[in-house]
T-cell receptor, first 115, second 112 residues
């Protein structure tokens, strides 16, 4: 079964450093997403991406965050200057069509620890 | 801002019995609801969904019920199996957006 893959599975960084989280969505999917889950809290939407541009973003997704689809397969989330509160599990997800008609496929996540 | 709420953080059930997981929402614009299951070290996986035009959807051992007037939905698992032990997230979205709003999750433990 096709799956969304994320690398690395764990990332440790110093506060203020830049991190890039990588995702390879399912190949025929057109919609891409980042969600995150802070330990003990709910899964929160960050951003959705379609047709090479951001279609929606949440209040969490401030100027420190950016997304990119640098080639035909990767989808990345960059945090420019990490803060302690950015520590969370970051999930990439993709869907074949928009959410109204299709379920989301999630990757297994990248655990980001900011020290 | 808890638009989707799962009030029970955990639930313990005996194998073979029914598991009932509950979810409440406040946003009347939500028109599509989903349940996701999550095992440790894995991402959430889709389980079952229901549109607001229905009040019940069944898929094997899993049934989701929607009570729009009460803004409440529930997931029934019958019979429960030890492999069902996981965290279950309720999620919703509305016709204006392309994002899911998740509840906080309920950890289900099915004891053999």
């Amino acid at each position: 079964e096709p799956e969304v893959t994320q690398t690395p599975s764990h990332q440790v960084t110093q506060m203020g450093q830049e991190v890039i989280l990588r995702c390879v969505p399912i190949s025929n999917h057109l919609y891409f997403y980042w969600y995150r889950q802070i330990l003990g809290q709910k899964v929160e939407f960050l951003v959705s991406f379609y047709n090479n541009e951001i279609s929606e973003k949440s209040e969490i997704f401030d100027d420190q965050f950016s997304v990119e689809r640098p080639d035909g397969s990767n989808f990345t989330l960059k945090i420019r200057s990490t803060k302690l509160e950015d520590s969370a599990m970051y999930f990439c997800a993709s869907s074949e069509v928009d959410l109204r008609n299709e379920k989301l496929f999630f990757g297994s996540g990248t655990q980001l620890s900011v020290l | 801002d808890q638009q989707v709420k799962q009030n029970s953080p955990s639930l313990s059930v005996q194998e073979g019995r029914i598991s009932i997981l509950n979810c409440d929402y406040t946003n009347s614009m939500f028109d599509y609801f989903l349940w996701y299951k999550k095992y440790p070290a894995e991402g959430p996986t889709f389980l079952i969904s229901i549109s607001s035009i229905k009040d019940k959807n069944e898929d094997g051992r899993f049934t989701v019920f929607l009570n729009k007037s009460a803004k409440h939905l529930s997931l029934h698992i019958v019979p429960s199996q030890p492999g069902d032990s996981a965290v279950y997230f309720c999620a919703a979205y509305n016709n204006a957006g392309n994002m899911l709003t998740f509840g906080g999750g309920t950890r289900l433990m099915v004891k053999p």
